[in-house]
């Protein structure tokens, strides 16, 4: 196993750098749960996350570079204020502090490039807070890793265990036995702390440059294509390993800050994306942060709660 000492703990723009001694674990891979609490999901923007232990607080100068945000009574959660990528969390009861699975990187010095690394970083230990997808989330992908049989539990450990081939399947099947929205609906998306609120409006591929290329279009052509990215750049942007994009045109994309429930499409303001949403102009209501990890590439999320939100 490859020890966690030559590893190092960082964000997208590298603002904040760590040492692997700083994790409580001195081998790879270092065990850790999947949380699927909506807390997490909606503060990363992911679909779960992982929180390796740490044996020491950050220091003072790296807590200075990271936006604290209290999701709770008793956690804070720590995301860069440049690149928005979620560092570490403080669970307050317990005194003790995690970073975030994503940011771990086992080879950071050249000579370390010419070692074989390990093969994973973490090893998921147990699902924990999945009955807060509704539909078990990432849980049904990541049940059995490699012939292991990962626990799966309805909130923290020790409550209820779901059986994967049971409750699991039967919550999906739910949710895929609702009838779908009406065709004029949207969908509403918010971060943790609601500061952006936007609205979408179903799938529609007809009259966009998205159907010059099929493989942006999904099966269901009234849902919009999703899927995951294992990328540096977003595992970093967002400190998850694991990250979920969905390609939906910006046209559908809506400015749900002060709208009415009820208002008709005319009054929807389309959210402004690219160099021009940097007006202080531009999106009016919403807590949008930018971040440009390439001269093409603009990263958003919000600048109060760190939620990831597009790119």
């Known amino acids: 196993m490859t020890s966690t000492p030559s590893a190092h703990l960082t964000c997208l723009c590298g603002a904040i750098s760590e040492p692997g001694t700083l994790l409580k ?56 204020s440049k690149c928005g990528c979620h ?72 409550s209820a265990e779901i059986a994967y081939d049971t409750t699991l399947s039967s919550l999906k099947e739910s949710v895929n036995s609702t009838p779908p929205p009406a065709v004029n609906s949207c969908l509403p998306a918010k971060c943790h702390c609601g500061g952006v609120s936007l609205l979408i409006k179903r799938a529609n591929y007809e009259s966009s440059t998205a159907a010059e290329s099929a493989r942006y279009i999904p099966s269901d052509p009234t849902k919009w294509l999703s899927y995951f990215c294992t990328c540096r750049s977003c595992r970093l942007s967002f400190g998850v390993s694991l990250t979920p994009w969905t390609l939906v045109l910006p046209a559908h994309v809506f ?57």
């Open 25 to 80: 674990d001195d081998r790879f891979p270092t065990s850790a749960s999947i949380c699927h609490c909506n807390s997490c999901r909606r503060t990363s923007g992911s679909l779960g996350a992982s929180f390796p232990p740490l044996k020491s607080p950050p220091p003072e100068a790296t807590l200075s570079r990271l936006t604290a945000y209290h999701s709770s009574d008793i956690i804070t959660r720590y995301f860069c």
């Open 87 to 158: 560092c570490f969390i403080f669970h307050h009861p317990r005194k003790k502090w995690y970073c975030l699975g994503g940011v771990v990187e086992p080879s950071p010095s050249p000579e370390a490039h010419n070692v074989s690394g390990p093969k994973n970083t973490i090893q998921v230990s147990l699902h924990e807070y999945v009955s807060d997808t509704l539909d078990g989330g990432l849980a049904p992908l990541f049940h059995n890793l490699g012939g292991r049989f990962i626990p799966i539990y309805t909130a923290a450990p020790g």
């Open 255 to 311: 400015n749900a800050s002060g709208v009415v429930e009820g208002s008709s499409k005319a009054e929807l303001v389309p959210v402004v994306f690219d160099r021009q949403a940097a007006s202080p102009d531009a999106n009016p209501g919403l807590t949008l942060k930018h971040y440009w990890s390439s001269p093409d590439v603009c990263r958003t999320f919000c600048g109060k709660c760190g939620a990831s939100v597009s790119y």
